[in-house]
């Protein structure tokens, strides 16, 4: 790990005197082993200790870590080589921001579909920061109803900062092809399990977010709006992002505690960065459960659950 | 001190009695300034004869058009926002909730009435912009289900006339997932054969573009109304280049393919009417 955020900074002051020692230990031979065992001891200790307490500003970052794997990450390392990219909408061209194909995930053959965000500063502007485009949405619905003609369980992973406010959105109809996800979706007559894996941010996440399971990773977040926007929009700046981020219980706990995801998985000691392949495991695990539990329902039962657990969302006085 | 000074106040400009007219007599149209009495203005379903400027209006003047005789049933009237996240920014959600209530005499962004339109049954839906700007909450998303229902019920057809500024950000996730809901509802709307209409007015952006607006079996617009996902200033700060003129207009939207027809709103009821038919 190189890249801490600021409250991680007393694990990287430990780790650095554990550098320090190494670097001693091999100068001047001296033995140092257990000094070096009681440091990551409180390594793991303070990690644990502050990844307890993550308030919901800082599982936004947490969210948002550069070194946290992103959605074909998780998804080469779960499928095992077997994974076929596809590509196009078959209208307008292929978005690089959702990806989608098959792959096989303890012997089925499963349609995975997410937002991708680049890894360095090219690939950040190759996948658009994870914005998708209105063709974006509907590569991922072609996809899904691929999945659909071929009785193939569909999982959507999801990570994005939002669907893309550009122009030529608008041009395409960002609001009409994100709508006809979130309506075909509720009657997909396949499995469809919805993981938010980084960055759940509004209509750009829901669109391909209408599932039987929709899971949330322990330091994510899902929300109708980014604490900073949210911020600007209500309090006229960005100076209460955190306040936001507070305000608008977007964290894990608080979504599944409001009915509104139907479970979390939880991540390896100090976040899926820390150890990005036992993430996929989690990940792995958590799939394969609740496509047993779906293969059980009826094909009618199964999209009933889904389109009456959605309708039961909201709370109003009458 | 001013080189000509008026030695009669009041000759030309006659500000005194300006002043005294009671307002609310008189609509001048804020894009020709064509002026009319506010009774005139209301008989044309608040649009300028002059230049077909379309005022926004609210559920109960929408209702009024649509409705034979002004008649229909309200279905979920009393129905209020709770505050589910105890949301604060500036303001508590519930003292926001309460002075909009007071200041409007609205209960929330939506209202829904089931009546007669030529004669036929049919349940209307409609926003409120002056209720923290249309915004959808649950209540948005519960009344809109209940009427999806009532369709249902009644066999008739579905209608929602939106005018929103999207997503109500005090109630967070909850509002968001009324974008699942409402489409939910859709597709039960839709397994019953049931027509659905939306309507888009100026203006509908957000969330309830991208959720129940644009899901129409027919998707119709006002002229001249912002229809958008993302709002002008968002993008505009995207693309850090002005906006073509005409950028995220009914006529625009339609140009791009994404709307069945734009009406006047004084041609709308019987245009609705005579689509509706067709789809029997």
């Not at chain 2, 030309?12 to 007219?21: A, G, M």
Request: a negative charge.
């Amino acid at each position: 790990m190189e890249i801490y955020l600021e409250f991680e900074s007393p694990i990287k002051e430990l780790r650095q005197q554990i550098e320090k020692l190494r670097e001693s230990e091999k100068k001047n031979g001296v033995d140092v082993h257990t000094a070096i065992e009681d440091l990551e001891r409180a390594v793991v200790e303070k990690t644990n200790e502050i990844y307890s307490n993550l308030t919901p500003w800082q599982r936004v970052l947490v969210s948002r870590h550069p070194e946290r794997p992103y959605t074909l990450q998780y998804i080469e390392t779960m499928t095992d080589g077997t994974w076929v990219e596809q590509h196009g909408d078959r209208t307008v061209k292929d978005d690089k921001a959702m990806v989608g194909g098959f792959g096989s995930i303890d012997g089925r053959s499963v349609m995975f579909i997410g937002q991708q965000k680049g890894a360095n500063t090219k690939m950040r502007s190759y996948r658009n920061f994870g914005m998708a485009n209105p063709e974006g949405y509907r590569k991922a619905l072609r996809l899904m109803k691929l999945a659909e003609k071929f009785n193939k369980p569909i999982v959507t992973l999801i990570d994005t900062p939002g669907a893309f406010p550009g122009l030529e959105a608008e041009e395409r109809g960002q609001g009409e092809a994100i709508a006809r996800n979130l309506f075909e979706m509720m009657r997909l007559k396949v499995p469809v399990i919805c993981i938010i894996i980084g960055e759940g941010a509004s209509g750009g996440a829901l669109g391909i977010g209408i599932g039987d399971r929709v899971l949330m990773l322990e330091n994510t977040w899902y929300s109708v709006i980014s604490p900073e926007s949210c911020s600007t929009i209500l309090w006229r700046n960005t100076d209460h992002k955190i306040e936001a981020a507070a305000a608008l219980k977007l964290t894990a706990d608080d979504m599944l505690a409001n009915k509104l995801v139907d479970g979390i998985i939880r991540e390896p000691l100090g976040g899926a960065h820390n150890n990005p392949n036992s993430a996929a495991l989690h990940l792995k695990e958590a799939i394969i459960s609740a496509l047993n539990e779906l293969e059980k329902l009826g094909v009618e039962e199964r999209t009933q659950q889904r389109i009456e657990k959605f309708c039961a969302m909201g709370v109003v006085q009458q | 001190m001013s080189w000509f000074t008026r030695k009669n106040k009041g000759i030309t400009t006659q500000n005194q009695e300006k002043k005294e007219i009671p307002e609310g007599l008189w609509y001048q149209c804020p894009e020709c300034k064509h002026v009319v009495t506010s009774e005139q203005h209301a008989e044309h379903d608040w649009v300028c004869e002059a230049c077909e400027y379309h005022e926004k209006i609210g559920s109960l003047q929408y209702f009024s058009i649509f409705f034979d005789e002004h008649e229909w049933i309200e279905v979920a009237e009393h129905m209020k926002s709770a505050d589910p996240l105890t949301f604060t920014d500036t303001k508590n959600y519930k003292d926001r909730i309460k002075t909009t209530i007071a200041k409007t005499g609205l209960k929330d962004a939506l209202r829904v009435g089931f009546g007669k339109i030529e004669h036929e049954n049919a349940v209307v839906a409609c926003m409120d912009f002056a209720f923290i700007g249309g915004s959808m909450g649950s209540v948005v998303g519960e009344k809109f289900a209940m009427g999806v229902d009532k369709a249902i019920e009644a066999h008739c057809p579905f209608i929602c006339i939106s005018k929103s500024g999207g997503a109500r950000m005090m109630e967070a996730g909850f509002s968001l997932m009324q974008m699942a809901k409402t489409s939910a509802k859709l597709t039960q709307l839709a397994a019953a054969g049931l027509p659905y209409i939306s309507i888009l007015t100026d203006p509908t952006t957000g969330g309830v573009t991208a959720s129940f607006a644009m899901l129409g079996d027919l998707n119709i617009a006002e002229p001249k109304a912002l229809i958008g996902f993302a709002g002008p200033r968002v993008v505009k700060e995207t693309i850090k280049k002005d906006l073509p003129a005409g950028f995220q207009s009914s006529e625009f939207v339609l140009e791009h393919g994404f709307l069945d027809y734009i009406v006047k709103r004084t041609e709308m009821k019987k245009r609705l009417a005579l689509t509706l038919s067709h789809l029997k």
